[in-house]
């Protein structure tokens, strides 16, 4: 959903229907923790350490198998990857 629909969407729901923005939060929260405890139940493992990223590497070329750019798989898997694993805390690992 592009940005102005979701103003449009706050908006209406703000104005026409007489909503408060707080209950409009509190709803957006709730919508976060169901999606977020979704995500959870549905995520997998991908065991890997820093010395060995193919796992993240074959995940990533997983990914970009339906993608326009079969060509490059491998080269933008690889460039996926590093971006992460560079901003990536890997002490805190949260």
């Known amino acids: 959903m592009c940005c102005c629909c979701q103003v449009h969407s706050l908006t209406f729901l703000f104005c026409v229907c007489s909503i408060h923005p707080s209950r409009i939060a509190r709803g957006f929260e709730q919508a976060c923790d169901i999606s977020c405890a979704h995500l959870a139940a549905i995520a997998d493992t991908v065991n890997w350490t820093p010395e060995n990223t193919y796992p993240l590497l074959q995940t990533a070329i997983t990914t970009l198998g339906s993608k326009i750019i079969n060509r490059f798989q491998k080269?933008?898997?690889?460039?996926?990857?590093?971006?992460?694993?560079?901003?990536?805390?890997?002490?805190?690992?949260?």
Do not use: H, Y
């Open 75 to 94: 080269q933008m898997a690889q460039i996926a990857v590093d971006a992460v694993l560079s901003v990536a805390d890997l002490e805190r690992k949260v």
